[in-house]
């Protein structure tokens, strides 16, 4: 047995390299909810959500979530055998509306555990393997033309041949310019993505999308807010970019009506959005059933939260469109004792004997721990 004997959260604060701009704000740091698991044989596992500001992005903060595993999800999970993953994912869903961020940072810390007391990675428990590495793309998002060709070129040398922009910000003449240069600059032999985070008006978005067409654009990630259904639909239509969904997936529900209405194309699987690994499983089997192609996108996670979204990417067929896994090379600083194997602009499946095959270092952690962790056991 592996009965849950302690439960840890605590708020981690790591500044970025580099501002990124987005449509919603600007990110120069970014929040962490750490959650440890130790089970009544000693054994310590974690979880982690990462959070872009305050409750911008979705309803949840930092704050919000730790205060949501205190209250209601530890409690309950103390003394209850941490390898029953469905059982205690679906208790978790009727104690807790909603907040799938702080329910994400549980699962994976009980899937580390799981897969620790079994001896096995955590992508065996999800299935096995299906790739050993997967593409990587890499967010463009200053709005400076000439840095981000420079940062571009410097990306393009180590292998990088996807970018994506984020749009929504800037008017949509800089943001069509940005596509134009970078296209213009390297020529065919590179993948070309946009993202608004929700950023345009419907005719925005509509005379965006028609003047980058001609720039080839794999796909353009929420272009409009994800409570214009209507909108979006019409959008999905009209352009010749294929839509990719980002932050109208927040729910399986609301994932079936955007299959049954055709207002996507393409799915974004973010798994902190969607409440954990399992919730990434049944997302992209409904693209599956959908003939929808995914793309694993990312909150900027530590190394931790990369080996997770890099365990359920390696064992999910549907993943086609690469991925966004680029935290650990975007933040500052590290608390992990080793970082993802990126090489040739995509990112590798280290091998591991167990659970995601992560260490935390503690001293790290500290550093960049915001307060004193809460414990409950």
Known sequence: ??????????????????????????????????????????LES???????????????????????????????????????????????????RGNHFAKAAVEMA????????????????????????????????????KKEIQEAEEKYAQG?????????????EQDIARVAAIREHFGKDLHLRIDANQGWSFFEALEALQKMAPYHLDFAEQPLSKDDREGLSILTQKTPVPL??????????????????????????????????LGGKRLASLAEAAHMDCYVGCMIETGLGT????????????????????????????????????????????ETESGFGVEIDASQLKRYTVADPIIIQ
């Open 244 to 277: 990719l969904a980002d932050e109208s997936l927040d729910s399986l529900q609301n994932a079936m009506d955007l299959i049954r209405a055709h207002t996507f194309h393409l799915f974004g699987i973010k798994l902190t959005k969607i409440g954990g690994l």
């Open 307 to 350: 080996a997770a979204y890099l365990h359920f990417a390696a064992s999910t067929p549907q993943v086609t469109l690469g991925c966004e896994l680029f935290g650990p090379l975007l933040l500052a600083d590290t608390i992990t004792t080793k970082e993802p194997n990126y090489q040739d602009g995509s990112i590798f499946l280290s």
């Open 160 to 172: 990088f041949r996807i970018f994506k922009f984020k749009t929504g910000v800037l008017s949509l």
């Open 110 to 145: 009980l899937f580390d555990l799981t897969g620790k007391a079994f001896h096995l990675p955590v992508y065996e428990l999800l299935g096995g393997k299906v790739r050993s590495s997967v593409p990587m793309s890499w967010s463009l998002a200053t709005g400076d033309i």
């Open 46 to 96: 974690w979880g982690e959500a990462a959070f872009l500001g305050g409750p911008t992005w979705s309803e949840e903060s930092v704050e919000s979530a730790a205060a949501v595993v205190q209250k209601y999800l530890a409690p309950y999970l103390i003394g209850q055998e941490g390898t029953q993953l469905e059982s205690l994912r679906m208790r978790m869903e009727q104690l807790v």
């Open 1 to 42: 047995m592996h009965r849950i004997k302690k439960i840890s959260a605590q708020i981690v604060q790591i500044p970025l390299k580099r501002p990124h701009v987005m449509s919603l704000m600007t990110v120069k740091h970014v929040d962490f909810l750490l959650v440890k698991i130790t089970e009544e044989q000693g």
